[in-house]
Nanobody, 128 residues
Framework: QARLVESGGGSVQAGGSLRLSCAAS????????MGWFRQAPGKEREFVAAVGWYTGSTYYADSVQGRFTISRDNAENTMFLQMNGLKPEDTGVYYC?????????????????????WGQGTQVTVSS
């Protein structure tokens, strides 16, 4: 089964940019969509953005709309998150996940939806 591996996290000052990547490694990767989630210290994991794998349709949380851009490279089985205008409240561990966009966008830690795959996470720290 394919694994999801995130990269691109780091530390930046407020107003800066980072680009995250999530690559599906191993054979047999197939999905209807991929998404990004984040978890700040002491807070629940939350939805950030999702993309339809074949449609290219995109979905964003209100908190990142207009600042973050999600995209994917189907040939490379890789998803990206371009993060501009970063704020301290964007700090957290960013996780990628694979499942249908309808499930990705409504996932919450306490509901019954169990997403098909998760990555291990990458740290993003934004200082003021």
């Amino acid at each position: 089964q394919a694994r999801l591996v995130e990269s691109g996290g780091g530390s930046v000052q407020a107003g800066g940019s980072l680009r995250l990547s999530c690559a599906a490694s191993g054979g047999g990767f197939s999905t209807l969509g991929m998404g990004w989630f984040r978890q700040a210290p002491g807070k629940e994991r939350e939805f950030v953005a999702a993309v339809g794998w074949y449609t290219g349709s995109t979905y964003y949380a209100d908190s990142v709309q207009g600042r973050f851009t999600i995209s994917r490279d189907n040939a490379e089985n890789t998803m990206f998150l371009q993060m501009n205008g970063l704020k301290p409240e964007d700090t957290g561990v960013y996780y990628c996940a694979a499942d249908s966009p309808s499930r990705l966008t409504i996932w919450k830690p306490n509901n019954d939806i169990k997403l098909a795959q998760w990555g291990q996470g990458t740290q993003v720290t934004v200082s003021s």
